[in-house]
C-alpha cells in the first residue's frame, strides 16, 4: 500500500519561513511526479508545485517564495516556504502520479496518490 507522509507543517508568523517535507513508500519514487497542493477552509484545493526530475512547476501566487525539491535517495520531497503571507495557511497536501502525460497537467488534482496533509497556519 503507498502511503505518503506530510511533515513540517505549524504556525509561523507572516513573513516566517517553513519547509514541508513528505516521505513516499513508492518503489521507483524518481519515476514519479510528486507535487504539492493546498485547501484552505471552505476553497477548492489548489496546485502549489511540483516536479520530475528536472522539470518543475509552481502556482503564480507562491513564484519566488517557495520551492519544490525533492531526494530521489530519501524517497523525499520538501516544499520550502519563504516569506509567508496570510493568504498561505491551509491544509497542504502532497501528491504523487507515475503518469508521464502529468507534466504537461501539473496542476490537476487528480494525482494518483495523496497524504494526508499538514497544517500550516501564518499569523500577522
Known amino acids: 500500500q503507498v502511503q505518503l507522509v506530510e511533515s513540517g507543517g505549524g504556525l509561523v508568523q507572516a513573513g516566517d519561513s517553513l519547509r514541508l517535507s513528505c516521505t513516499a513508500s513508492?518503489?521507483?519514487?524518481?519515476?514519479?511526479?510528486m507535487g504539492w497542493f493546498r485547501q484552505a477552509p471552505g476553497k477548492e484545493r489548489e496546485f502549489v508545485a511540483a516536479?520530475?526530475?528536472?522539470?518543475?512547476n509552481c502556482a503564480d501566487s507562491v513564484k519566488g517564495r517557495f520551492t519544490i525539491s525533492r531526494d530521489n535517495a530519501k524517497n523525499t520531497v520538501y516544499l520550502q516556504m519563504n516569506s509567508l503571507k496570510p493568504e498561505d495557511p491551509a491544509v497542504y497536501y502532497c501528491?504523487?502520479?507515475?503518469?508521464?502525460?502529468?507534466?504537461?497537467?501539473?496542476?490537476?488534482?487528480?494525482?494518483?496518490?495523496w497524504g494526508r496533509g499538514t497544517h500550516v497556519t501564518v499569523y500577522s
Open positions: 501528491a504523487a502520479d507515475r503518469s508521464l502525460s502529468r507534466i504537461t497537467r501539473w496542476g490537476a488534482p487528480d494525482y494518483e496518490f
Open positions: 513508492l518503489r521507483t519514487f524518481s519515476a514519479y511526479t
Open positions: 516536479m520530475l526530475g528536472g522539470l518543475s
